[in-house]
């Protein structure tokens, strides 16, 4: 009878908490539906707090349809397109994009596929009308697979694929509508020429929306993305080695914040991952106009080799990150030692990157003393340093078969703790063979059950006893540091060579030799304390 109590007990608390979790769950969803709101107004705000332009060109978007559907909304219009309106239509919503050179990328290749189609077509059409009905059927068949079949692998040529791929695709679109359409309709000329108008008209439109109501231009997003390249490359620079001589207590105190965003994979992150957007920018900046002061073709393809070379050079960036990150660590008092050189040398560095970043941003060429006497001096200061030091780098040769002895104590006692730590502080630990011959026997002497247990307990131990009874320096971990400082020097010298080359072939100002640095910058600070606006770009005359 007990038993059946407390059975009986137990069925009516789950029967009696099943309606209060229904209920919870129910003001949880509810909760949720509230926020909702307040969340997608806030999403709305943030996305067109980020680039303004994109709710400028939402509505060029909305008044490009407003006014093509005139075309179908109006009578005089409708009966003179008919329904070959819908096409106008169509074509804002393909062809209209962010930017001038997409818009004119894909405007002019639709165009120039529906043109070249439809010549086609005619042609087609033309000669299969000279034959009887069933060789008609048989010709526009054949011409069907032969025009479809090449123009497919035309789609296959690098500088088609990249340059004219969509005008390919339009163009097999067109020629197959109308070359198949017209063996069963009489009037496909008419229809041809009414959709042809309408597609013409539609990215008019577009074409108009893009280049004169507050353009943006591929270009210079384009520019004003490489130039903030290097100011992220320069925050993670100075980020990361902040952070490597960083005392205990900043440690701990980043580590318990509740930001999760990392300044130092931030910075890198955006190089790492702009191949394809940089193609992409440059591609489309080909096809706009010059819209400049100047009359020089700008030079986009070799802004695509700037960053590949600045990718090179943050793949050093991510390896420096890697020694934060490492599971065997310097001491902090040895890394005390090197402090001063390293932030000194790191802020040359950072220094030398922003004053490329400026050269690019303003359009002039970087000062003559980007590669100053102080980061030179720094580089000098740190080899000093490393060489004041030298027993920290060669490894102490004493005590080493106690230090042995007294980890393989710990190992049998099963206080691994220590050695298990997240991060260690490596010792000059030389490898003696009878140490660890008499731990090998130790083991030996243990029955099999226990051997096996803790052999599973130890294994993860084994590794850190074989990589602390290797000769390794204290300090190993902080050469590698260093020496990766060192390589971000060397790799500067080529991302100047590459700004200095663009500078060359898209003539860039000539630097001011005679004014002093105050006033360079007050200069800068009047002339282009703003990115320019489109409205305030110069106006491209005929005679450009």
């Known amino acids: 009878m ?72 109006m009578e005089p219009l409708f009966k003179g397109f008919g329904t070959n309106a819908i096409w106008a239509v169509m074509t804002v919503v393909v062809v209209l994009e962010f930017t001038a050179g997409a818009t004119l990328c894909k405007g002019l290749n639709r165009g120039l596929g529906t043109l070249l189609a439809g010549s086609l077509a005619f042609l087609i ?53 109308i070359t198949v359409s017209s063996y069963r309709v009489d009037n496909v000329l008419k229809i041809a020429h009414e959709r042809f108008y309408t597609i013409a008209i539609g990215c008019g439109i577009c074409l108009l929306m893009s280049l004169l109501i507050f353009p943006n231009w591929s270009g210079e997003d384009l520019h004003n993305f490489t130039a903030a ?22 440690q701990k105190s980043k580590e318990n914040s509740s930001d999760l965003e990392d300044p130092i994979y931030n910075g890198y992150k955006t190089v790492l991952d702009s191949k394809s957007f940089d193609e992409t920018l440059a591609l489309y900046a080909s096809w706009e106009p010059r819209h400049s ?30 020694c934060l990150q490492t599971e065997i660590q310097t001491p902090r008092s040895v890394r005390a030692m090197f402090k001063d050189p390293c932030i000194r040398l790191a802020m040359e560095v950072t220094k030398a990157l922003k004053e490329l970043g400026d050269s690019i941003r303003y359009r002039r060429h970087c000062s003559p003393e980007i590669l100053s006497d102080h980061l030179h001096e720094a580089l000098q200061d740190l080899n000093n340093a490393i060489k004041s030091q030298p027993k920290l780098f060669i490894g102490s040769k004493n005590n080493n078969t106690n230090k ?18 997240r991060r260690v502080s490596l010792s000059s630990v030389k490898t003696d063979t009878s140490a660890l011959l008499e731990w090998k026997s130790k083991l030996r002497g243990i029955t099999t059950h226990e051997n096996t247990k ?17 000769e390794f320096s204290e300090a190993l971990p902080f050469a ?34 005679q004014d ?13 304390s703003r990115p320019l606006q489109n409205d305030q770009l110069p106006s491209h005359d005929a005679g450009d």
């Open 404 to 421: 042995l002895t007294l980890a393989t104590t710990v190992v049998s006692k099963g206080q691994s703790g220590a050695l298990n730590s």
């Open 229 to 250: 390249k290097f100011e992220g490359l320069a925050k993670s620079i100075e980020a990361c080695v902040n952070e490597y001589f960083s005392d205990e207590e900043q």
């Open 125 to 177: 059409e033309y000669v299969a009308t000279k034959t009887g009905h069933i060789f008609r059927a048989i010709f526009i068949g054949a011409a069907l697979f032969f025009i479809g079949a090449t123009a497919t692998y035309m789609r296959f040529f690098p500088y088609i694929k990249k340059n004219y791929d969509y005008g390919v695709v339009i163009f097999l679109l067109t020629f197959n509508l």
């Open 293 to 322: 002061r100047h009359c020089y073709k700008f030079p986009w393809q070799q802004y695509v080799k700037l960053g590949n070379v600045l990718r090179h050079f943050g793949y050093t960036i991510v390896a420096l990150h890697g």
């Open 516 to 528: 002093d640095d105050d006033h360079v910058i007050v200069k800068i600070d009047e002339k282009h």
């Open 454 to 470: 803790e052999n599973k307990s130890l294994r993860p131990t084994l590794s850190k006893i074989a990589i602390t009874s290797l």
């Open 480 to 513: 590698a540091f260093a020496s990766l400082l060192v390589e971000i020097v060397a790799r500067l010298d080529l991302v100047i060579e590459e700004v200095e080359e663009l500078g060359r072939i898209a003539h860039f100002e000539e630097y001011n030799y």
């Open 2 to 73: 007990g038993v059946q109590m407390e059975v009986n007990n137990g069925e009516n608390n789950t029967t009696n908490w099943v309606p209060i979790m229904k209920k919870l769950h129910i003001l949880n969803v509810l909760e949720k539906v509230k926020k909702f709101p307040k969340l997608i107004c806030k999403t709305i705000w943030r996305i067109g707090k980020e680039d303004p332009r994109r709710v400028i060109h939402s509505i060029k978007v909305g008044l490009s349809l407003t006014l093509v559907s005139l075309l179908y909304l």
